[in-house]
């Protein structure tokens, strides 16, 4: 979504509109310019910003292979000394970012940003230190018979990488997950910020810029576009000197990225479209129906439904208990505010969406129409087909809102229930709701393996918004949820491995190995695999014991 304001097609671009490029910042190679809008009141904000063309792209690129070269010979204390460092310095500028934020895309300062957000982005940064000094991501495997070791390391080459419109700071191409596992693993970050943040994106450019300058890294580990035309994006993606991208963002611009990249054999990592659908099975909306209503009704209006793990699908059994349920949260939607899409571009998607599923059999249960106004603001719509129709028409009933528009299916019996769990598309997640004392434990087992083949997350009993940054998260999933069902954009280290390449070594001289393949164990206490078991011991000598 392009929530931005082109203020001019020829400008000469002032001294304030600068990028970070080749180590400094620098008047852009720019014949437009933009500024974002505040989508609590519709305004155009102060700030403008240009549209880099591609001499800005190929400065970037040579600059980054630069430093991607210095990195591969950093010491890996220096690094993670960057990331805690920026971390830091993120937590003392955390009230001005916020403000910004705030102003940018309308979502509250607190608790959003200082309790939530924030101290989320500054763990991700703080764990990512912690990989680079213990390095268990590299998963060192030695055997020692045949005296071949390998190991995850360094691309040697920039990563791209896209941030969203919807996590301002914990997604943010400049210091979010993307942004975190690329340094780590030692490769410079190319970043392209979203356009409906700019002025959030800049402050935390300056102030991880400070950290670059402060701990000694290249000075080009980091560098800045604010926005580009679509032919650059593909042109950065497909490029020999970058090694990968990370991308959040629409399913349209994603794909058309990742065929720019697959053209040029470049990897792209995406995460792009999901509808996590919600099975509330018979025994659990008998047991405890007006405490799920409360669950979803939470989950869902959570920041107006602009989360990627947002549950915009609620399939059902028909009976008494459902039209109970479903009237119950046309109450709840109803009386609710609607709250505030990320801007005008956020109103267009979600109509779009509510207009492609009624012609796709869907009925509207409740609103369906933006809001007249200054605010970026749409009814809180709920809509409802039968599993018929969703059977009918699956690819249809399964568009992404994205934003306060939830879909229910119902179906007419069990078997019904379990074909429509096997015509998901892949999610990032799926959740059942299952009765505490077992009554739903057949019906599960009929629908749990289809949708565990086309989620990466299956819940049971918990509403799928929450995204935690533990090791064993996964947060990715299935075309069309991702571009790749075997990797994470969240829970380090599994999330670095998207930026390295397994590098083999046959017969090499130890002196000439990586540490972490030396005989010795670099750290003492580092995992390796060597001769099919995990250890932290030393590789023995032959005939030793």
Excluded at 276 to 304: C, D, K, Q, W, Y
Excluded at 476 to 485: D, E, K, L, Q
Aim: hydrophobic share 40%; with cysteine.
């Amino acid at each position: 979504m392009r929530n931005i304001t082109v203020i001019s097609k020829e400008v000469n671009v002032p001294d304030n509109e600068r990028v970070l490029i080749g180590g400094e910042w620098r008047g852009a190679d720019a014949t437009e310019a933009f500024r974002s809008i505040n989508p609590g009141t519709g305004e155009t904000l102060e700030w403008s910003y240009p549209v880099s063309r591609r001499a800005d792209i190929d400065v970037a690129l040579e600059a980054g292979s630069v430093a991607a070269s210095e990195l591969l010979h950093t010491p890996v204390d220096k690094i993670a000394d960057f990331l805690e460092h920026y971390a830091c310095l993120i937590g003392e500028n955390s009230s001005e970012l916020s403000q910004v934020a705030n102003l940018e895309t309308a979502l509250p300062v607190s608790p959003r940003f200082v309790e939530i957000e924030l101290p989320r982005t500054i763990d991700q940064l703080r764990q990512a230190a912690t990989a680079v000094r213990d390095r268990g991501w590299t998963m060192p495997t030695i055997d020692t018979a045949t005296n071949i070791r390998s190991m995850h390391g360094p691309l040697g080459a920039p990563v791209a990488v896209f941030g969203p419109n919807n996590f301002p700071f914990a997604y943010n191409a400049l210091a979010g997950g993307d942004f975190a596992a690329a340094i780590a693993v030692r490769s410079p970050v190319i970043a392209k910020a979203h356009p409906s943040h700019p002025r959030t994106s800049q402050l935390l450019a300056e102030v991880a810029f400070q950290a670059i300058q402060d701990t000694g890294l290249p000075p080009a580990t980091l560098q800045m576009v604010y926005h580009m035309a679509p032919e650059d994006g593909f042109y950065l993606v497909s490029h020999s000197l970058i090694g990968a991208t990370g991308y959040t963002g629409s399913r349209r611009a994603g794909l058309a990225l990742k065929a720019a990249a697959d053209a040029a054999g470049k990897p792209i990592y995406l995460e792009m479209s999901s509808v996590n659908p919600v099975f509330i099975l018979p025994g659990a909306l008998r047991e405890r129906g007006e405490e799920i209503v409360g669950e979803l009704h939470a989950s869902a209006m959570v920041a107006t439904g602009q989360f990627c793990t947002n549950p915009g699908v609620v399939v059902l059994q028909a009976g008494d208990a459902t039209e109970q349920f479903i009237a119950a949260m046309r109450r709840r939607f109803e009386a609710a505010d609607a709250g505030v899409l990320l801007g005008p571009g956020g109103v267009r998607v979600v109509g779009d969406a509510v207009r492609s599923m009624q012609s796709s059999g869907a009925e509207l249960v409740t609103g369906g129409a933006p809001i007249e106004g200054g605010a970026c603001r749409f009814q809180n719509t709920l809509l409802q087909a039968s599993g018929e129709d969703f059977l009918a028409d699956p690819e249809g009933l399964q568009e992404e809102a994205f934003g306060n528009a939830n879909l229910f299916v119902v179906a007419t019996d069990d078997d019904e229930l379990e074909q429509i769990a096997g015509r998901f598309a892949g999610n990032l997640t799926g959740c059942l709701y299952t009765h505490s004392d077992g009554d739903d434990d057949f019906l599960y087992d009929r629908i749990a393996p289809h949708l565990r083949r086309r989620v990466g997350r299956l819940l049971n009993d918990k509403m799928p918004t929450g995204v935690l940054v533990v090791p064993s998260m996964n947060h990715g999933g299935p075309y069309p949820a991702t571009g790749h069902p075997g990797f994470t954009a969240v829970g380090i280290p599994a999330s670095l491995l998207r930026f390295s390449m397994l590098q083999c070594y046959d017969e090499v001289r130890e002196h000439r190995l990586p540490i972490e393949l030396r005989d010795e164990n670099p750290t003492g206490n580092l995992w390796r695999r060597i001769d099919g078991a995990w250890t932290q011991t030393d590789v023995m000598a032959p005939g030793a014991s």
